[in-house]
């Protein structure tokens, strides 16, 4: 079921994930440029991001993440995790309105 998900179970070599991770990311302003700014903007549904807006919220995550991994380290312990207002971010940032 994991893997169904996208997730690895056991053991990962590390410099081939850093490997496939290279390549996504150069792969992804190629993908991204691929489509035309209608596609950008397209709201799958009401209530549902367009691409322009899941790629802000997945700078946002990583704005978020970096700063929990940061705390970690060192936070006593367990760490809880703080939520973020994911929907009000993507609202106040205007990505749908940002050029590209």
């Known amino acids: 079921m994991w893997q169904e998900q996208g997730f690895v179970q056991g053991d990962i070599d590390v410099k081939d994930a850093m490997k496939r991770l290279a390549v996504y990311l150069d ?9 035309s700014s209608d596609e950008l903007i397209l709201k799958p549904a ?3 991001w367009s691409k322009k807006e899941i790629l802000g919220h997945l700078i946002d995550s990583a704005i978020n993440n970096l700063k929990r991994f ?4 060192f936070s006593e312990q367990p760490y809880f995790i703080q939520s973020y207002k994911q929907n009000e971010l993507v609202l106040v940032n205007n990505y749908q309105q940002l050029p590209l």
Do not use: H, V
């Open 70 to 73: 940061t705390e970690i380290q």
């Open 27 to 35: 792969e992804l302003a190629e993908r991204y440029y691929s489509f």
């Open 46 to 48: 009401p209530g549902k």
